[in-house]
């Protein structure tokens, strides 16, 4: 395989969090612990329960045009892993590279001010995604068309019902073609009507050669979709090859739970 | 340290338009509903100002020899108001934007940075009310004006600075939003803002040296109302004080900031 053709390079990547214990420190029980010596080993073996590894040790490569889906039971890590070749997130270990602009669509409406209006909201969230102000000018006319807000460009995004709201950012995040494409369970969006019509655009998006990561607990558009899957078990690979074998396995697995 | 300038320069370049964004944002969410709206800016400084010139200068007698004492508060309000207003909205920034720290990849600077940078608009607003004050006052204006800028800017470095300090302890520590509340309060009396510097004991007026705030403000009172240049060790300490708080604030935050998302 040609070395260029490689877009994303995930090298033995690791992710730690830890549950709760971190997620407040308390002034009294800190000074406690200090002089509690018994309690300082306790909370020595607590602190190593605490650790979750969301992530252990995943590899694998990406090749330019590859659509990857990647499945798993709740909690196996999917999310995570994204998060991580998105940036978002700095693994605990390993190394990551990716060639090209990615488009992180994980949660979508990053931003949006409530109290703004969605002319503003657009232009806030198009920053966010790291648009330039000259490419939002542009495609203004296709986001409000597709996403259906005409009439409401100048009503603050409060006053939007949720589905509308969700319209609104599907409409954003989708308007670049970008080089890599990360996707994590967005295609219910709104109702059917507007359901079909991303689905379309994600579609029309996949096969303008696009390289797509792609999450969803659907098998039916796992299959459809993608050429490669990743199978995520407790943040381990189980399996990574060919879409069909590999849904074939997981569902025999999901089964027999 | 040319790369280090460098990647400064990239990054400004590529997040400028966020950064025109977030802090246009700010000015659109603060004055919503709001019948008067940026007027605000002007009058809020100026009824602080009234209010605290009725209560020092006929309730408490105070005068200051030689000049007048409205231009006096007047100009340790404008600076101190900045500095407590940023100093409060960087701390919480990063905090309050958790759910974009999550989402996607922004730096995470920019959080501060653009609430002093909205600040720092306002402060530009509200020297129309100093200037006024100045002017009606005729206590008029002198080539030395031009100087002032060159405080500004260490103003904001040092708020800046402040900024990142405190909003990367109030990540890991929310209690310290508490703990800058009455600290911001202290501050406020140790800053010869509404009091003369010389009826502080001499004893103690080594302490209220080390406030960097003392020197902003020594500088620009040097300038509006005795219209003097300032001393060469005026320059020096704003200049010492706000480059090394910068310094220190961007490396604490620097150092920590990819450990943020573990404490959301």
């Known amino acids: 395989m040609d070395k260029k053709d490689i877009m994303i390079k995930v090298e033995n990547i690791s992710m730690r969090f830890n549950l709760g214990i971190e997620k407040g420190f308390s002034l009294k029980q800190g000074f406690i612990n200090f002089f509690d010596f018994k309690k300082r080993k306790e909370n020595k073996n607590l602190k190593k329960k605490n650790e979750f590894w969301a992530l252990k040790d995943v590899t694998f490569e990406v090749n330019k045009g590859e659509v990857i889906g990647f499945i798993g039971s709740n909690g196996a890590g999917k999310s995570t892993l994204l998060k991580v070749v998105a940036g978002v997130m700095k693994p605990t270990k390993g190394k990551i590279e990716a060639y090209g602009n990615i488009c992180p669509m994980i949660e979508l409406g990053a931003g949006f001010d409530p109290q703004l209006t969605a002319r503003e909201n657009i232009y806030l969230n198009g920053a966010v995604l790291g648009y330039s102000k000259e490419l939002i000018n542009s495609k203004f006319e296709e986001i409000v068309e597709f996403s259906e807000l005409r009439d409401f460009l100048d009503v603050p995004i409060q006053n939007f019902s949720s589905g509308m709201t969700a319209r609104l950012a599907f409409s954003i995040a989708t308007i670049v073609d970008p080089e890599i494409l990360i996707v994590d369970e967005i295609l219910s969006v709104g109702d059917i009507a507007f359901q079909k019509k991303s689905l379309a655009k994600m579609m029309e998006m996949i096969k303008g050669g696009t390289t797509v990561l792609f999450v969803s607990h659907s098998l039916t558009q796992i299959k459809e979709l993608c050429d490669k899957a990743v199978w995520l078990e407790h943040g381990v690979v189980q399996d990574i090859g060919d879409c069909k074998e590999i849904c074939k396995k997981y569902e025999k697995f999901a089964n027999s739970k | ?264």
């Not at chain 2, 501060?112 to 006052?137: M, Q, R």
């Not at chain 2, 708020?159 to 509340?181: A, P």
């Open chain 2, 1 to 264: 340290m040319t790369n280090f300038i460098k990647n400064i320069s990239y990054s400004l370049k590529k997040y400028k338009f966020l950064m025109c964004q977030l802090v246009s944002r700010d000015f659109k969410v603060k004055y919503k509903r709001s019948a008067l709206g940026i007027v605000w800016s002007l009058l809020y400084p100026l009824l602080t100002m009234s209010v605290m010139a009725l209560v020092f200068s006929h309730m408490f007698k105070m005068s200051l020899p030689g000049v007048n004492y409205l231009v006096y508060l007047m100009s340790g309000l404008v600076i101190f108001n900045y500095f407590s207003e940023a100093s409060n909205l960087a701390m919480s920034s990063v905090v309050g934007n958790f759910s974009l720290i999550n989402k996607v990849y922004i730096p995470k600077y920019i959080f501060p940075l653009s609430k002093c940078l909205f600040v720092g608009i306002n402060f530009l607003l509200t020297l129309i009310p100093l200037y006024a004050i100045i002017f009606l006052t005729g206590t008029g204006v002198n080539i030395y004006h031009l100087l002032l800028p060159f405080a500004f800017i260490c103003l904001f470095m040092f708020t800046l600075g402040m900024g990142f300090i405190l909003s990367t302890i109030s990540v890991f520590l929310r209690d310290m939003f508490y703990i800058y509340g009455v600290m911001i309060t202290l501050w406020t009396y140790m800053t010869p803002i509404m009091y003369d510097f010389a009826m502080i004991p001499e004893q103690l007026q080594f302490i209220f040296k080390l406030n960097p705030l003392f020197w902003i403000i020594y500088f620009v009172r040097d300038i509006i109302l005795y219209n003097q240049v300032p001393g060469l060790n005026v320059w020096v300490y704003c200049i010492v004080f706000s480059v090394g708080f910068l310094l220190i604030g961007m490396i604490i935050f620097k150092k920590n900031q990819d450990k943020f998302i573990y404490y959301v």
